[in-house]
């Protein structure tokens, strides 16, 4: 099968979240599979451009019309990927220079991506790949089916589109001027991308894509209530014929704890115990935390953003520390408000408290092999990936069970059985702390059995080998219908 995979950022090049590590992994699981050949789409950012580890050759040049304008766009292959998928950049200094190293977030954002999905599809027909689909994610290419389905359909006239949705929250809004004045779309096309006068980009890709996916099978469910879909669930059950939910995997040859560079020590289910006793001992070290091996470490690696659920934590944040023994080490970047309570938090507890308020994936990596215990009290969830990077690092995931986590982290009973991890129903602080207690009683009553339960977590697949199927099927599924 022909597959031809779009996004606005994908590891190891560019990554700003957890999109970035999917479209490192799937385009590399799919195409392992026999008899499909993969090709993957990125802008040509600024900081991927100046990388030197990256070989590329030039392949194609043309302009992109984009209403009354016409924009460069150059096709730079990449030449050194061990895979056998093969990438393509998309280079426009005006769209993707340097933005003050930020990949989103300018008010042109619109304009910048809307040219980007139209670039996609120019660019596959001058390298000459006509894919039997298309897989296209959130709403920075959104736009991709709307131009499928519209103004190239002559040239790609089997291809079939799936749109995925990784967060619903950011949707691609823009003035109603925008269809006119950037999109140069046909009339046919102004209703799919409207809402009350607006233009709506994800909108437009839900209309107008043969299927529609997201990232874990209870996230489409809630996906059709207002609480979670922002905006969208009418829309979303106006197609929910098309809606499937497929859960992520994660990349296990790079979170793997038997080889990640980033680790001082390494270990496996059987050499838990001596392996992340090391690990923890110095990651305690590097971040400025007694060397306790007796107490535990709850870890948290997050961006600092609301639906992340942080304002449970700092709601009991000092309840915590007052009644348990217990280190709490935080990393990430975000808002304000969360950065500021997390280094007060740790001035008023410096010895319990660490905060590392960055972005650094080898950190991050040394986090889940030295925690005990990992925080994700997500207020909605569409997968969520670093709880499953915890459990293979042996990290016992305490989470608010809702969308992707309610999927791989099945709960366990106070002894530790029967799941994976501790969970809570309702999004409320008391509950979150009791769940989180019931973690700390296992650590602490019951080591032998939370050894156990830390070596399931190890010995779970969480490859992308079966989403990868769920992805062929549903991919086969557009083909023939
Ligand atoms: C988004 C979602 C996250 C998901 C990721 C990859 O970042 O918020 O839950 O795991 O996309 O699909």
């Not at 292959?77 to 426009?92: A, E, G, H, M, W």
């Not at 995925?164 to 823009?174: K, L, P």
Request: charged share 20%; aromatic share 12%; net charge negative.
């Amino acid at each position: 099968m022909k597959i031809a995979i779009m996004a606005s950022e994908g590891a190891p090049y560019v990554k700003s979240g957890g999109l970035g590590d999917v479209m490192e992994a799937l385009p590399s699981a799919l195409s392992r599979i026999e008899g499909n050949e993969v090709v993957l789409l990125l802008p040509y950012y600024q900081k991927i451009l100046k990388n030197e580890a990256y070989e590329v050759e030039q392949v194609a040049c043309f302009d992109v019309a984009l209403g009354w304008r016409q924009q460069y766009a150059g096709v730079y292959r990449l030449k050194n990927r061990s895979d056998s998928v093969q990438v393509y950049f998309i280079d426009n200094l005006y769209y993707f220079g340097d933005r003050g190293g930020a990949i989103y977030g300018d008010p042109d954002d619109g304009e910048r991506f809307a040219y980007f999905s139209k670039a996609c599809l120019d660019t596959l027909l001058h390298i000459d790949f006509i894919p039997d689909v298309i897989q296209c994610n959130d709403w920075q290419t959104s736009l991709v089916p709307v131009y499928l389905k519209s103004l190239y359909a002559p040239h790609f006239p089997r291809t079939k589109c799936m749109f995925t949705i990784h967060n619903i929250e950011y949707q691609g809004w823009a003035d109603g001027y925008f269809f006119d004045d950037v999109l140069g779309l046909p009339e046919s096309s102004r209703e799919r991308l409207d809402m009350g006068g607006s233009v709506n980009c994800m909108k437009g890709g839900i209309e107008t894509a043969d299927l529609v996916t997201t990232v874990s099978e209870s996230y489409a469910r809630e996906l059709m209530y207002p609480y979670y879909a922002h905006g969208m669930d009418s829309v979303l059950a106006g197609n929910a014929g098309k809606l499937t939910g497929i859960t992520n995997g994660i990349d296990v040859n790079t979170f793997n704890p038997e080889t990640d560079p980033a680790l001082r020590a390494h270990y496996n289910a059987q050499t838990l115990t001596k392996g992340k006793a090391s690990c923890k001992k110095r990651l305690q070290q590097e971040v400025g935390l007694p060397q306790r091996a007796d107490v535990p470490l709850l870890v948290m690696v997050t961006r600092l953003a609301g639906h992340k659920g942080l304002d449970l934590l700092c709601y009991i944040a000092r309840r915590l520390l007052l009644e348990e023994d217990c280190q709490l080490l935080i990393l990430g970047t975000g808002e304000q408000h969360f950065q500021d309570f997390f280094l007060f938090l740790q001035q008023e507890f410096p010895d319990r408290v660490s905060a590392k308020i960055t972005f650094d994936l080898a950190l991050a990596s040394r986090i889940y092999a030295g925690g005990d215990i990992y925080l994700m009290p997500s207020k909605s969830e569409p997968c969520g990936l670093s709880q499953m990077n915890a459990m293979r690092y042996g990290t016992i995931p305490v989470v608010h069970a809702t969308g992707g986590l309610k999927d791989t982290v099945p709960p366990v009973d106070a002894e530790g059985e029967g799941g994976l991890g501790f969970t809570f129903q309702s999004y409320n602080a008391d509950d979150f702390l009791g769940a989180l207690k019931r973690c700390l009683h296992l650590y602490k009553d019951d080591p032998a059995k939370f050894r156990a339960l830390q070596r399931k977590c190890m010995r779970q697949d969480f490859s992308w080998d079966k989403p990868a199927g769920k992805y062929m099927e549903l991919f086969q599924k557009m083909i023939n219908s």
